[in-house]
């Protein structure tokens, strides 16, 4: 063997251990702070995780974008659902008046909430887009209370990593990692444009994310559970939308 | 004797290894991106501009097919089955192995003088009278002189300049300008464009001026030689001119240019 090619070797074999360490340290350092999505197994784990991690490295704490009031859409688009299960119909004919929000998983302390319970807490308004993975969107003003002041209630245990939130029609439920369940833009949502939250837009409650596309505010949400891992939701996907073939993380 | 002629030394190839690698990963990932894309058009084949846009709002304009979503009105009495779920991961894996892969080509494109030599116009070329001239002789039919057989002309420098730092950058902006979270981040991507819908409607324009690109290249690439053009960008085809050595040994040159048109 030449002494070129020797070196070329050595070369060769420094560059493939660097970059094979390099690898395994940016997976070690991804790990430790949490930016591998729970979805990012088979072909598309790759795009996914790169996807994930440079948003939250980029901005995780950012402000959702928010628009002046007179930019607020005047026939906004409320996108179809499955028709409403008996559960809901019961809710909807005495005008939603028994709706609860139950927070449990890992809480200090669990509990439930009514809509009453919900507007006493400390609400805001935003006027944000609805953004659909389909490419249409609509800008509306939202009322609700933040996540946040929920989970502060409840006290939320330091080792939760993700929120999980069902709707109370079947196989709808999603959930959102810390840097959007603590976001102060993610509501849970009460009201649209000066009114009740219409049924057609998720009311009477919507966790709405906007900072995230559509489909990961869950419409007529009924509990929410804090938890450490996703193993053991459905599939361990993350969330319903992963199930159905669609990402888990939504923010692009 | 020589033999040697720099151009024809099997050691110096037309394109570099280099070059090569990321042109194929890159024809691999465009063509990744340009179907998904167009699944992901199917479910909402309506433009808009501005920041919003829905069914409830006046289109710019539509593409007149069927739709993914029996939300939208098309006209068309078929819905076509939803693609999107697949087409956005692989959308975006794509656009990742496009953009490391065009990230690599950069820095190597400026480290090594690549884009000094064979893609930024030569000195004297850089006039509309080299421009026309150009053109004219394309419309004459005529064969490439000496200096065309071993690097682009004005024309093809042109092209790949406005590919390669125009609408590579642009349908970058315009696609992260769609994503919610990254214009959290940097809102002015999406509000320089005139909104959310504006974005939306350059990057299907961009990819489109992109697939332009793309059927004209082939289609050179097939009027000067396909064969050897594909063995150029393959193998790095000893024996073609090479880009690398731009010093053609004089006698030859004008063979090796007879020899890429059949």
Request: charged residues 15%; glycine residues 8%; positive net charge.
């Amino acid at each position: 063997m030449s002494n070129i090619s020797r070196r070329k070797l050595i070369t060769a074999g420094l560059a493939a251990t660097a970059g094979l360490g390099g690898v395994a340290a940016a997976a070690h350092l991804a790990r430790r702070y949490g930016l591998i999505p729970p979805d990012h197994g088979g072909i598309y784990g790759p795009g996914e995780t790169l996807t994930y991690a440079a948003q939250r490295i980029l901005g995780a704490h950012a402000p959702a974008r928010q628009f002046p009031r007179s930019m607020i859409s005047k026939d906004p688009f409320a996108n179809e659902t499955a028709p409403p299960n008996d559960a809901f119909k019961r809710h909807q004919a005495v005008g939603f008046r028994d709706w609860s929000l139950n927070v449990d998983g890992m809480v200090a302390h669990p509990a439930s909430f009514s809509l009453a319970d919900l507007r006493s807490l400390p609400v805001r308004s935003q006027i944000t887009e609805v953004a659909c993975e389909e490419g249409w969107s609509y800008i509306a003003e939202w009322t609700g209370t933040p996540l946040v002041e929920v989970l502060n209630i409840v006290g939320v245990l330091p080792q939760t990593r993700y929120i999980v939130y069902f709707s109370i029609q079947p196989d709808w439920w999603e959930s959102i990692d810390m840097a959007d369940a603590l976001h102060p833009h993610t509501f849970l949502t009460l009201g649209m444009n000066d009114g009740d939250l219409p049924v057609r837009f998720g009311g009477p409650l919507r966790l709405r994310v906007p900072r995230q596309l559509g489909y990961k505010s869950v419409k007529y949400i009924t509990r929410i559970t804090a938890t450490d891992s996703m193993k053991h939701f459905g599939k361990g996907l993350g969330s319903a939308s992963p199930e159905g073939g669609y990402a888990w993380y939504a923010g692009i | 004797m020589s033999a040697a002629s720099p151009a024809r030394n099997p050691a110096t190839p037309r394109h570099t290894a280099l070059v090569r690698v990321t042109h194929w990963i890159t024809v691999l990932a465009f063509f990744a991106l340009l179907i998904t894309g167009a699944e992901i058009v199917v479910s909402h084949p309506r433009f808009y501009w501005g920041e919003v846009g829905n069914v409830m709002t006046r289109p710019l304009f539509t593409i007149p097919i069927p739709s993914s979503r029996d939300t939208v009105p098309t006209g068309f009495n078929y819905v076509m089955p939803d693609q999107n779920g697949w087409s956005r991961y692989l959308h975006f894996q794509a656009a990742w192995v496009a953009v490391l892969t065009g990230l690599v080509y950069a820095i190597y494109g400026f480290w090594t003088g690549h884009f000094r030599k064979n893609i930024f116009p030569a000195r004297g070329d850089r006039t509309w009278r080299a421009f026309s001239a150009r053109i004219a002789k394309y419309l004459r039919r005529a064969p490439p002189d000496e200096a065309e057989a071993h690097s682009y002309n004005i024309l093809q420098r042109t092209a790949y300049l406005g590919v390669i730092f125009v609408l590579f950058p642009l349908v970058i902006w315009t696609g992260l300008a769609m994503s919610p979270a990254f214009t959290a981040a940097f809102p002015a991507t999406a509000s320089l464009l005139g909104g959310r819908q504006s974005a939306r409607t350059l990057h299907f324009f961009v990819s489109g001026f992109l697939l332009l690109f793309l059927i004209i290249h082939v289609a050179m690439v097939a009027l000067s030689g396909f064969r050897s053009r594909m063995r150029a960008m393959i193998t790095g085809g000893a024996g073609a001119p090479s880009l690398t050595t731009p010093e053609p040994a004089p006698a030859l040159a004008p063979e090796l240019a007879n020899q890429e048109r059949p």
